[in-house]
């Protein structure tokens, strides 16, 4: 037996390269009731190898944490209901990624730049109020370990086509994918995430 699952919305992060040794970041907002999967990729590595790590908030409290007050917009202070952590249960802390639902529903992504008990200071201001009992998620960074890695083969074009190459572990979350592009710059050509209902 098996049970089908149904996309019902795709976003499409198209072309994107960096000058070398700077990191190629994608946000991935996510949408409630819905998990989010990475369905396709095409991506040129040049000279070097890269590694595309699409990182997720895990399933510790500190991570998959709530605003325990409204936070109004143009400030950089945040704070939640829980001692914030990575996703391994580590202690947060500068630059850990971080996205947050703002009152239009919509995710916002920062870094975190410092942690006092549980009030996060952002790196940037909250650009749209976050309302009480808001989402907040902490991504960490690609050397917690809590990520899915996909190692893309230098000199050729690394092609994934209607393939499940990461899923959220939770719905309702947002991804955050980061690749390397060290030495030799590579080409981000695109990748597809789907919203499905399992």
Known sequence: MFVRAYASGFVVKDYHTEAANTVIDEEI?????????????????????????????????????????????????????????????????????????????????????SIAASAITLTNNIAVAVLSG??????????????????????VVTNFDNTLLALAPHMGDPLYTTIDNATNAGFQNNMVFAYINK
């Open 29 to 113: 907002p996510g949408r409630d009731g819905q998990r989010l999967a990475l369905v396709s990729l095409n991506y040129l590595a040049a000279a070097t190898a890269h590694t595309l790590s699409v990182l997720h908030c895990g399933s510790v409290a500190g991570s998959r944490n709530s605003a325990s007050a409204a936070a109004a917009a143009a400030q950089k202070v945040l704070n939640v209901t829980t001692v914030p952590t990575d996703p391994a249960g580590g202690a947060a802390a500068t630059p850990d990624i971080i996205a947050y639902q703002v009152d239009t529903g919509a995710w916002e992504f920062n870094l975190v730049a």
């Open 134 to 155: 808001a989402k907040v998620r902490i991504f960490g960074v690609v050397g917690d370990g809590y990520c899915f890695n996909t190692h893309l083969t230098l000199s």
